[in-house]
T-cell receptor, first 115, second 117 residues
Framework: AQSVAQPEDQVNVAEGNPLTVKCTYS??????LFWYVQYPNRGLQFLLK??????LVKGSYGFEAEFNKSQTSFHLKKPSALVSDSALYFC?????????????FGDGTTLTVKP | GAVVSQHPSWVICKSGTSVKIECRSL??????MFWYRQFPKQSLMLMAT?????????EQGVEKDKFLINHASLTLSTLTVTSAHPEDSSFYIC?????????????FGNGTRLTVT
């Protein structure tokens, strides 16, 4: 079984400030971790992933995330938030030990960046 | 690259009619496609996993006779909502996993807003 927790429904930050969107996961095999962003009435867009290697991964639009195995976390970060970053963010996990490709998504975190 | 086209983007239908939603991978072959339902300000609810050439695997609580899924080729999966009712109104999203790239991210369509009157 696998699961993802995004403990914050909403994150509010001021433009120019750093942002963090939290994610913890549980998976029996090797974790494949992903962050996606969703704008209103659209599908999800891929931001970044961790499969193996360096724990700090960099992705699209200046976002990065740090894989922490001991804390089973994969928090999304950005040093300086933009108003245009306001959207719904989903963390997802897939068990790399299987080839089913089935991902489990967190409940999503709405990020609001205020000017 | 890795574009998924979902059509239609929105549809309004009368109660009792059926609606077909298409999901196409435009520039890659997708071994597996997934269908989700999303309620307002909520997460994605996986409905079923669709594999080319075989029957779809439905999640618990999803009626397979109501939500018919066909994965006719490596680039096309369809979801048909049969005998639609107002409670079926929702945002439906498909995603595709590139063949032979299980560590790749999912590629999502832009969703279909279904309204049943």
């Amino acid at each position: 079984a696998q699961s993802v927790a995004q403990p914050e429904d909403q994150v509010n930050v001021a433009e120019g400030n750093p942002l963090t969107v939290k994610c913890t996961y549980s998976v029996s095999g090797n974790p494949y971790l992903f962050w996606y962003v969703q704008y209103p009435n659209r599908g999800l867009q891929f931001l970044l992933k961790y499969i193996t290697g360096d724990n700090l991964v960099k992705g699209s639009y200046g976002f990065e995330a740090e894989f922490n195995k001991s804390q089973t976390s994969f928090h999304l970060k950005k040093p300086s938030a933009l108003v245009s970053d306001s959207a719904l963010y989903f963390c997802a996990v897939r068990d790399g030990g299987t080839n089913a490709g089935k991902s489990t998504f967190g409940d999503g975190t709405t990020l609001t960046v205020k000017p | 690259g890795a574009v998924v086209s979902q059509h239609p983007s929105w549809v309004i239908c009368k109660s009792g009619t059926s609606v077909k939603i298409e999901c196409r991978s435009l520039d890659f072959q997708a071994t597996t496609m997934f269908w989700y339902r999303q309620f307002p300000k909520q997460s994605l609810m996986l409905m079923a996993t669709s594999n080319e050439g075989s029957k779809a695997t439905y999640e618990q609580g999803v009626e397979k006779d109501k939500f018919l899924i066909n994965h006719a080729s490596l680039t096309l999966s369809t979801l048909t909502v049969t005998s639609a009712h107002p409670e079926d109104s929702s945002f439906y999203i498909c995603s595709a996993l590139r063949q032979g790239a299980e560590s790749s991210p999912l590629h999502f369509g832009n969703g279909t807003r279904l309204t049943v009157t």
